[in-house]
């Protein structure tokens, strides 16, 4: 018989979250126009990748010895990390709304790359490069494409500048 450890726990939690998710997208509207796909599609994808993920990590990442023995789950550096992405989360959702999505976005994309490279090296042009495109990719996308209004920013409408 197999081990019990965190990686199941963490599996079993996951797969309850799923559950929970798909559960209460069921109480969302059905789609209003019979062509678009509705607003419970991406909860549905969201809610099956996590148990898909949740199973596969139980199946690979199962039970280990280590020589060492059992490590903690995280140290002090990890802990940091987590609350610092944190700051960078709030600030993100902040720089949205003062800023706008197109701008902040751009500016996010950089401020997580360099803060989860940890100690790879990345090229730092390749790295704005990188957060230029996909933060446009994204802002046009949804505006332009899906037609879906993203916040411009509430300092450009104070300074009466046009942002796209």
């Known amino acids: 018989m197999k081990k019990f450890n965190r ?9 309850a979250i799923a559950a929970v998710i798909l559960w209460q997208t069921t109480i969302l509207p059905e789609k209003f126009v019979s062509n678009e796909p509705g607003p419970k599609l991406f909860p549905y994808i969201s809610a099956v990748g996590i148990a898909v993920c949740s199973i ?3 199946i690979t990442e199962g039970p280990k010895e280590t020589k060492e023995g059992s490590k903690a789950f995280m140290d002090k550096a990890g802990w940091m990390k987590i609350f610092l992405l944190l700051g960078e989360c709030v600030l993100f ?3 949205m709304n003062w800023i706008g999505f197109w701008i902040t976005s751009m500016v996010g994309m950089f401020v997580f790359i360099w803060t989860l490279k940890e100690k790879k090296k990345i090229n730092i042009i390749f790295a704005i490069l990188l957060s230029i495109c996909l933060g446009s990719i994204c802002y046009f996308g949804f505006t332009k494409v899906f037609s879906i209004p993203l ?3 509430k300092l450009w409408k104070m300074l009466k500048i046009k942002m796209p």
Not at 7 to 15: E, K, R, S
């Open 7 to 15: 990686t199941y726990l963490m599996g079993i939690v996951w797969l």
């Open 56 to 58: 596969l990590a139980m």
């Open 93 to 95: 959702a902040l720089g």
């Open 151 to 153: 916040p411009k920013g």
